[in-house]
């Protein structure tokens, strides 16, 4: 079935540092989301993007919608430990697909 | 706020027995959802509904049993529990109109262990 795939796996940075993440799709999506798992919580929603070219911020958060429709990119500026968690990106093809979920990336923050 | 709330953080059970997790959001949302989340294998969708009395299967229904009486409430229900079914449990919610519907909302999680 259609999957997600998402780079890195894991990071570990040091406090303070700029991070990137990226998701990758083989099929066109019209949404893509972006969600913040902290250690023993349920993940919560920290960017939504509709639009193919789209760069949206929540305070040090950026993502954009990639223009090939294809992919997304997440980038935390000047990183601080409560940044620990494990990234998911998600995404659907049309507004009548289900939601899938990528593997998640796992950063570390090192103060 | 959306608020999801999960009836328990943390179960502990035999094999066999039967086992339910409630649910409940106060968004008005029509579609619910039940992910497991199993390490390295990502979130997996394991029922949804989309109305009151109605159910479709996720990627992953084999063992479990859903059920939903009332707008705001989903139930999972594993009717004989097995060891291979501890997990984290997700239950989430969203609209079922309109340009966010992709947007999920998600319970703090329960994590079930079956001994």
């Known amino acids: 079935g259609q999957q997600l795939n998402q780079s890195p796996q894991s990071m570990f940075i040091q406090e303070g540092e700029d991070v990137s993440m990226n998701c990758t799709s083989s099929s066109i999506f019209n949404t893509w989301l972006w969600y913040k798992q902290d250690p023993g919580e349920g993940p919560v929603l920290l960017i939504a993007l509709y639009k193919a070219g789209e760069l949206t911020s929540n305070g040090r958060l950026t993502a954009q919608f990639g223009i090939t429709r294809k992919d997304s990119f997440l980038n935390i500026s000047a990183s601080i430990p409560s940044d620990v968690g494990i990234y998911f990106c998600a995404g659907r093809r049309t507004s009548y697909d289900k939601v899938i979920f990528g593997p998640g990336t796992s950063l570390s923050v090192i103060p | 706020d959306v608020k999801v709330t999960q009836s328990s953080r943390y179960l502990v059970k035999r094999t066999g027995e039967k086992v339910f997790l409630e649910c409940v959001q106060d968004?008005?949302?029509?579609?619910m959802f039940w992910y497991r989340q199993d390490p390295g294998l990502g979130l997996r969708l394991i029922y949804f509904s989309y109305d009151v009395k109605m159910k479709e299967k996720g990627d992953i229904p084999e063992g479990y049993s859903v059920s939903r009486e009332k707008k705001e409430r989903f139930s999972l229900i594993l009717e004989s529990a097995s060891t291979n079914q501890t997990s984290m449990y997700l239950c989430?919610?969203?609209?079922?109109?309109?340009?966010?519907?992709?947007?999920?909302?998600f319970g703090e999680g329960s994590r079930l262990t079956v001994l």
């Open positions: 968004m008005d949302h029509e579609n």
């Open positions: 989430a919610s969203s609209f079922l109109a309109g340009g966010r519907t992709g947007e999920l909302f």
